[in-house]
Nanobody, 123 residues
Framework: QVQLVESGGGSVQSGGSLNLSCVASGWTSCMGWFRQVEGKEREGVVVISRSLLDTYSDSVKDRFAISRDNAKNLISLRMNRLKPEDTAMYYC????????????????????WGQGTQVTVSS
């Protein structure tokens, strides 16, 4: 199973920006970011395929930008215009299977997870 190591996150005021990065120990198909607030279900933020096709949740579209470097097994997430409702534990995820219908914002489709990194946005 692929190991994922995340970095970045932290605390910022509303309207600020943060970066997250995630490095995989091996080959991956879909990669992405999910987030979770205690007591709530894990929510898909953005996913990206090896061919760099990305899908964003409506809540972050136009504010967040994902990038991917296949040679380095690396994805990065630039989070702009952060809001207090973006506060959550952010998890990097990957899958080794190649989905026929593209990478989806569904946690069940991913089989490797990082340890999580906290993002806190104060108002």
């Amino acid at each position: 199973q692929v190991q994922l190591v995340e970095s970045g996150g932290g605390s910022v005021q509303s309207g600020g920006s943060l970066n997250l990065s995630c490095v995989a120990s091996g080959w991956t198909s879909c990669m992405g970011w999910f987030r979770q607030v205690e007591g709530k279900e894990r929510e898909g933020v953005v996913v990206i395929s090896r061919s760099l096709l990305d899908t964003y949740s409506d809540s972050v579209k136009d504010r967040f930008a994902i990038s991917r470097d296949n040679a380095k097994n690396l994805i990065s997430l630039r989070m702009n215009r952060l809001k207090p409702e973006d506060t959550a534990m952010y998890y990097c995820a990957s899958s080794e299977s190649v989905p026929w219908n593209g990478c989806q914002l569904k946690a069940a489709n991913f089989d490797s997870w990082g340890q999580g990194t906290q993002v806190t946005v104060s108002s």
